[in-house]
């Protein structure tokens, strides 16, 4: 019996520790929690954003996410009036991938990459004016980027206002309808389609559009940075944080600087003009 109970013992001991083995095996892990990085973003937007993550911001956010081993988690908010106060303010998502630089309402990044307004128009009509000064622009049907329902000016509706060129401008709100996919597209359709034969359009928008609709347009930045002293046509494009989330900042800021080449990679495939 005493020669047998060492190894009953043993025995007993070897399937202890398989079971427990077994046991720890097949228990949930206490992984650590995933961080999130918490995205304001509109989902209906592109070339920008959209909720089926079409859009150059919706990449960027992705690339952000990876460098900083987090997760995406998006508050979807149509980038209209109460945007910022309904996302980034309301503390409902801590980013916004894309704001001009400067912005009052968060603190922002450096810049990631800096673009102008255009004239688009069409390679068949022999139309290619790069100045609100060229004469051409009182002769021919002008397409403008108008902000809101009350037809507030953008800065190219106000360069052309101040020479007078009002009667044969047309004005294409940049919310669009919403209903419709890339809602403030139509300014750039407008001009495939003879309803303009010129229209002055924000950059990223117009190179987009031209690309992915393969449109018989072509776009040429607007030739001055501002118009007069205080009419910027050319803006720096940052991430927004909330204001006092400097830290935040920093490491967006970092993350930009250790992939800017894969940004301006990700610019160029939707075809985002860009300025120095």
Known sequence: MSSRFPKLLSI?????????????????????????LRVCADPNNLPFSNQKLEGFENRIAELIAR???????????????????????????????????????????RPYYRSSYVFVYRKDRGIKPNSF??????????????????????????????????????????????????????IVDAVADGEVDVAVVWGPL??????KKSLPLEMALVSSSTDGESLPLVYDISMGVRRHEEAFKEELEAVIDRRRAEINDILDQYNIPRVR
Do not use: M
């Open 133 to 186: 000064d060229d004469p051409l622009l009182r002769r021919v049907k002008v397409g403008v980027q108008v902000i809101g329902d009350d037809g507030a000016n953008s800065p190219p509706a106000h360069a052309l206002s101040n020479r007078g060129i009002i009667q044969n401008v047309r004005g294409y709100t940049v919310y669009g309808d919403y209903a419709q996919d890339s809602p403030p597209a139509g």
């Open 67 to 109: 460098d900083l081993d987090a997760e995406v988690q998006y508050t979807w908010w149509a980038q209209r009036r109460g945007f910022i106060r309904n996302t980034l303010e309301s503390r409902s998502c801590d980013v916004v991938i894309g704001v001009p630089s400067g912005f009052e309402r968060a603190k922002t990044t």
């Open 12 to 36: 007993v001991s070897l399937a202890f520790l398989l079971s427990a083995s077994l046991a720890s095996c097949t228990r949930p892990s206490q992984a650590t929690p995933v961080r999130k």
């Open 206 to 211: 117009a190179g987009y559009r031209i690309k």
